[in-house]
């Protein structure tokens, strides 16, 4: 028994020390991971001078130059209509043909009645002479006492009448038909006012045309962007102004001429309307495309500028961290205009020093840091 306990302790004992040495050793190791690298990696760029411009965006649609509804002068069955959506047409060019058949039947109709009222004229016209050569014999009988007056009178009744049936519009009447149904039947063909193209098709032969447009012709080769300006805009855009405008349907920016701006603002928008020209000699632009029409409302040249993500603000300041000697300096700025990705520092900053655009948020003042990439540019 004595044996056991002793040989229980023993093993205890050395336990005890083999935990102690480990415990040792581990401690070791933590205290070599004091000497890791602190340094905060960081990307930084060259400040330079650069012209800045600052505007505003205006949200607009692409409307055609040109839009005709067609609608038929007269109503009618439809005989051809030679052009689809999409079809180029020159002004004058057909769109739709209706059925004048029946109209050039009345025509034929209309013309032989022209020629029996032109008859009828001829034989009005000589009865006239007939009755005044007759009258004018009666009236000179009469004063000699050769004739009766109730001869007199008779010869003068028959005059009357004869110069009645003269100034009958026979004549003109057959003519007024005539013109009548002759523009009809040209108004059978229907054609383009304007050089475009056809962008609405609402017709097919054998339907009625009545008073609702059958086609929609546009002209594109110049296009409108209609957007509105903001009342404290207005004052900064001026008639004939170049202007950028953005269609991303469209592939780009195109370039622009302010066209129009009214001189009253929108009730219900509270802004002024305006149409900026675009050239669209491609027609890339179609009417109903999304734009966005930009204004520069302030421009600067030869000033400080710095990629936005420089800044960090720290409470109501602006800051960015300038690196010396791999040491990251807070610098407090002031600033101008901005861009979209740039900004100008009107106090703060010189040229050529060095600015964090990458993990300047995880700095603080004269952090130590490791420049992983740099760029000049600005």
Same mark, same amino acid.
């Given at each position: 028994?004595?044996?056991?306990?002793?040989?229980?302790?023993? #093993?205890?004992?050395?336990?005890?020390?083999?935990?102690?040495?480990?415990?040792?050793?581990?401690?070791?190791?933590?205290?070599? #991971?004091?000497?890791?690298?602190?340094?905060?990696?960081?990307?930084?760029?060259?400040?330079?001078?650069?012209?800045?411009?600052?505007?505003?965006?205006?949200?607009?649609?692409?409307?055609?130059?040109?839009?005709?509804?067609?609608?038929?002068?007269?109503?009618?069955?439809?005989?051809?209509?030679?052009?689809?959506?999409?079809?180029?047409?020159?002004?004058?060019?057909?769109? $739709?043909?209706?059925?004048?058949?029946?109209?050039?039947?009345?025509?034929?109709?209309?013309?032989?009645?022209?020629?029996?009222?032109?008859?009828?004229?001829?034989?009005?016209?000589?009865?006239?002479?007939?009755?005044?050569?007759?009258?004018?014999?009666?009236?000179?009988?009469?004063?000699?006492?050769?004739?009766?007056?109730?001869?007199?009178?008779?010869?003068?009744?028959?005059?009357?009448?004869?110069?009645?049936?003269?100034?009958?519009?026979?004549?003109?009447?057959?003519?007024?038909?005539?013109?009548?149904?002759?523009?009809?039947?040209?108004?059978?063909?229907?054609?383009?006012?304007?050089?475009?193209?056809?962008?609405?098709?609402?017709?097919? @032969?054998?339907?009625?045309?009545?008073?609702? @447009?059958?086609?929609?012709?546009?002209?594109?080769?110049?296009?409108?962007?209609?957007?509105?300006?903001?009342?404290?805009?207005?004052?900064? $855009?001026?008639?004939?102004?170049?202007?950028?405008?953005?269609?991303?349907?469209?592939?780009?920016?195109?370039?622009?001429?302010?066209?129009?701006?009214?001189?009253?603002?929108? @009730?219900?928008?509270?802004?002024?309307?305006?149409? $900026?020209?675009?050239?669209?000699?491609?027609?890339?632009?179609?009417?109903?495309?999304?734009?966005?029409?930009?204004?520069?409302?302030?421009?600067?040249?030869?000033?400080? $500028?710095?990629?936005?993500?420089?800044?960090?603000?720290?409470?109501?300041?602006?800051?960015?961290?300038?690196?010396?000697?791999?040491?990251?300096?807070?610098?407090?700025?002031?600033?101008?205009?901005?861009?979209?990705?740039?900004?100008?520092?009107?106090?703060?900053?010189?040229?050529?020093?060095?600015?964090?655009?990458?993990?300047?948020?995880?700095?603080?003042?004269?952090?130590?840091?490791?420049?992983?990439? #740099?760029?000049?540019?600005?």
């Amino acid at each position: 028994m004595k044996f056991n306990r002793r040989t229980k302790l023993f #093993s205890t004992v050395c336990l005890i020390t083999a935990l102690a040495f480990l415990g040792g050793c581990g401690k070791k190791e933590v205290d070599t #991971s004091v000497t890791e690298d602190k340094n905060v990696p960081v990307t930084i760029v060259e400040v330079k001078t650069d012209s800045l411009s600052t505007g505003t965006t205006i949200s607009g649609k692409v409307t055609p130059q040109q839009e005709v509804a067609i609608i038929p002068k007269i109503p009618g069955k439809v005989a051809r209509v030679p052009v689809d959506v999409g079809a180029r047409v020159n002004k004058g060019g057909l769109l $739709v043909k209706l059925d004048t058949t029946d109209l050039e039947i009345s025509l034929s109709s209309a013309l032989n009645g022209l020629q029996n009222a032109k008859l009828t004229h001829n034989q009005a016209k000589l009865n006239y002479n007939n009755a005044k050569t007759n009258y004018d014999r009666m009236k000179s009988l009469y004063k000699d006492g050769a004739i009766s007056y109730q001869q007199l009178e008779q010869a003068e009744l028959a005059f009357n009448l004869a110069k009645d049936a003269l100034k009958a519009p026979a004549v003109a009447n057959a003519q007024t038909q005539i013109d009548s149904i002759r523009n009809q039947i040209t108004n059978g063909t229907i054609t383009s006012p304007i050089d475009g193209e056809v962008a609405v098709r609402n017709i097919d @032969p054998g339907e009625m045309a009545g008073t609702q @447009p059958v086609m929609t012709v546009v002209n594109i080769d110049t296009v409108f962007v209609e957007g509105t300006i903001a009342e404290g805009d207005v004052a900064l $855009v001026k008639q004939g102004q170049k202007v950028a405008v953005n269609v991303d349907a469209a592939g780009g920016t195109f370039e622009g001429i302010v066209k129009i701006i009214s001189p009253v603002a929108n @009730p219900q928008t509270k802004g002024y309307p305006v149409k $900026v020209e675009i050239q669209n000699p491609g027609h890339k632009l179609k009417p109903g495309m999304f734009a966005e029409i930009k204004l520069v409302t302030a421009e600067k040249k030869n000033v400080v $500028v710095v990629p936005k993500q420089a800044l960090v603000t720290r409470g109501a300041s602006k800051v960015v961290y300038v690196v010396e000697n791999s040491i990251a300096l807070e610098r407090s700025v002031e600033t101008g205009i901005e861009s979209d990705d740039k900004i100008e520092v009107t106090k703060g900053l010189n040229v050529g020093e060095k600015v964090v655009i990458q993990g300047q948020q995880s700095l603080s003042d004269k952090a130590k840091v490791s420049v992983k990439t #740099s760029s000049t540019g600005s």
